[in-house]
């Protein structure tokens, strides 16, 4: 499986971006996906995962209320809505797929990783 994030950028506190994660060459509707994180000078980190069936959706609690991580299974892709941006939220955001991630929050249940897309929020 191969993943190709996008959709990062430069923006302001307070506004909003949308990532994307496209799927290629594999079954995508059998992966659970996630959205990870990595802050200059920090380690990796998790952000938001989706199951499969869609049915089950996790958050660290510094997202929650404010990221939505949703799947279209149909376009193989999944996406990470990110409003109400701060500046801590500046990191390269990673995708990844894995087919037994359990709640989805660990690194080293994912088998595929995309390549990362840079988010810079500034005051």
């Known amino acids: 499986v191969q993943l190709q994030a996008s959709g990062g950028g430069l923006v302001q506190a307070g506004d909003s971006l949308r990532l994307s994660c496209a799927a290629s060459g594999g079954t995508f509707s059998r992966y659970a996906m996630a959205w990870f994180r990595q802050a200059p000078g920090k380690e990796r980190e998790f952000v938001a995962s989706?199951?499969?069936?869609?049915?089950?959706?996790y958050y660290t609690d510094s997202v929650k209320g404010r990221f939505t991580v949703f799947r279209d299974n149909a376009k193989n892709t999944v996406y990470l809505q990110m409003n109400s941006l701060k500046p801590e939220d500046t990191a390269v955001y990673y995708c990844?797929?894995?087919?037994?991630?359990?709640?989805?929050?660990?690194?080293?249940?994912?088998?595929?990783w995309g390549q990362g897309t840079q988010v810079t929020v500034s005051s």
């Open positions: 989706i199951s499969w069936s869609v049915l089950n959706t």
């Open positions: 990844a797929a894995g087919l037994y991630v359990g709640q989805g929050d660990v690194q080293s249940n994912y088998d595929y």
